[in-house]
């Protein structure tokens, strides 16, 4: 086995945080919330202060934090930048070690495409034929990318004009640029190659909220790759995390949390149920096997309350909701109700947002097929029977509200960044299910209601009303919810 860190004696300002803290081999997780001195905690590793091995040699340790590393930079910067003469795979991997934290930050690693040019200079150092070492970098690299990205796939041919590798991805069999990737999916790709080519260099990595910009099922996948990468290489890996992924069965043992106590940070493996609040979200504090007496919806914001609740009161229903806070944590807490054998009268309702359903087929997780909530509350004909006006202007409502929130739409909805050019000559006939489903309702909804001069609780009760005595409402709201709600 590598050498590894055994514990860590740790005063940080002055006594707040007072404790040793001991490691096992493998994958280690530090959670709690912000102000915890997580990240200190991750310092003082980094700099060997206090540290006590598992052997007489002392570990090497690397730190990453992925929340840092957002730069993107494409191919032709990056041949720009590993052709200078000091660019090379064993200087980086030194500048790595010697590293220490800076202003309370990690700095910069390289990128995706760095790392892929670095690794096969240094391949190339035999002097042997470079196509060949392209297709043994390609391959070695696309064996740790499927771990996480199943349907990925890095392809390379060499590029005769530049003398070097030409990369980029296939993604579900389309050909895309690696700088075209979003940010948490660079951020992953970033952070496992730097590991995996660093695995030989080092023997323990930091590793700072790998979770930022990542969905619930990427931030899963990714920390199942982390346990995987500590089995397989004989790794240890200590990482700071917000992550709700601690809550799951696999990684619980793994966790040791941070949380204040009597003005003082304590850590330990068993936390106070109110941090345990704190840290799962709001629904938290009803988990126990066999404890909904009544339907319970975990769902993301106070929107779908409203929405479920007034759905409940006009169907004579009675049910209880616990908000989340995002669809990452709504995922969480079906994942832990599946770790407890499933809760019984449990549903977990997320917005569509453009997505796939991360858990198909599954009756009590229901993934919206619009963009969000807010997209059932504006059906045409429905609204216009609500306010007693013509159905054209309702639309002409739906179009000015989307003209006066232009700006968020396309902020929020990449989808709509072709659009931006012909946005403001949008008119009524654009407006149509299928337009409406995709759009972000959110970013509309109080705008439609201002323009048809109507109060929101009025509106919701009246739509809800009409929809029930027309015996719609599990044609407009998708059946699975309606059901639920029964």
């Known amino acids: 086995m590598n050498p590894n860190v055994k514990s860590i004696d740790i005063d940080i300002f002055g006594g707040v945080l007072k404790s040793s803290i001991e490691f096992t081999a493998g994958l280690n997780i530090l959670s709690g919330e912000n102000g915890t001195c997580k990240t200190q905690v991750l310092r003082e590793l980094k700099a060997g202060h206090n540290i006590y091995s598992s052997s007489a040699v002392a570990p090497r340790i690397q730190a990453f934090s992925p929340k840092r590393n957002s730069e993107r930079k494409n191919m032709e910067k990056i041949l720009r930048e590993i052709r200078q003469p000091d660019r090379r795979f064993s200087n980086y991997i030194q500048n790595l070690t010697q590293t220490a934290f800076q202003d309370s930050t990690f700095v910069n690693y390289a990128t995706f495409g760095e790392v892929y040019f670095l690794v096969h200079e240094e391949e190339c150092k035999d002097g042997r034929d470079r196509e060949d070492k392209m297709t043994k970098v390609t391959e070695d690299f696309n064996r740790i ?81 982390l346990d995987w990468f500590c089995n397989e290489y004989e790794k240890q890996l200590i990482v700071a995390t917000h992550s709700r992924v601690v809550f799951t069965t696999s990684f619980l043992d793994k966790t040791q949390f941070f949380f204040w106590e009597n003005g003082h940070i304590s850590v330990g493996r068993n936390i106070p149920d109110e941090l345990r609040k704190r840290i799962a979200g709001e629904s938290i504090d009803i ?54 054998g499933e809760w019984a009268n449990c549903f977990f309702v997320e917005d569509g947002d453009n997505e796939g359903n991360p858990f198909p087929e599954v009756k009590q997780f229901i993934h919206l097929n619009k963009y969000c909530i807010e997209n059932y509350l504006l059906d045409i004909g429905t609204a216009a029977k609500v306010v007693k006006k013509q159905k054209e202007t309702v639309k002409n409502a739906v179009l000015n509200a ?85």
């Open 287 to 340: 988990i126990q096997v066999g404890a909904f007496p009544k339907v319970t919806f975990f769902v993301e914001d106070a929107r779908h309350v409203e929405v479920i609740e007034t759905i409940a009161k006009v169907l004579k229903s009675e049910v209880a909701c616990q908000i989340c806070g995002s669809s990452s944590s709504v995922r969480s807490m079906y994942k832990l109700s599946l770790s407890q």
């Open 402 to 486: 989307i003209k006066a929130n232009k700006n968020r739409i396309l902020k929020r909805n990449k989808f709509f960044e072709f659009f931006d050019f012909v946005f403001d000559n949008l008119n009524t006939s654009n407006i149509s299910e299928s337009s409406m489903a995709v759009l972000d309702g959110s970013t509309i909804f109080e705008s439609f209601l201002t323009e048809l001069g109507v109060n929101p609780d009025f509106y919701m009760k009246e739509y809800m009303e009409t929809l029930q005595k027309e015996s719609m409402l599990d044609k407009i709201f998708p059946k699975q919810l309606i059901s639920a709600i029964t």
């Open 145 to 225: 990318i499927r771990r996480i990205f199943e349907n990925y796939e890095l392809v390379s041919d060499w590029d005769i004009k530049s003398g070097s590798p030409n990369i980029r991805l296939k993604k579900n069999n389309l050909e895309i640029s690696i700088e075209s990737l979003s940010l948490g999916e660079q951020e992953v790709m970033s952070l496992v190659i730097n590991l995996y080519a660093s695995r030989d260099s080092h023997d323990v990595f930091l590793i700072d909220e790998p979770e930022i910009h990542l969905n619930w099922h990427l931030e899963e996948r990714l920390f199942k790759f």
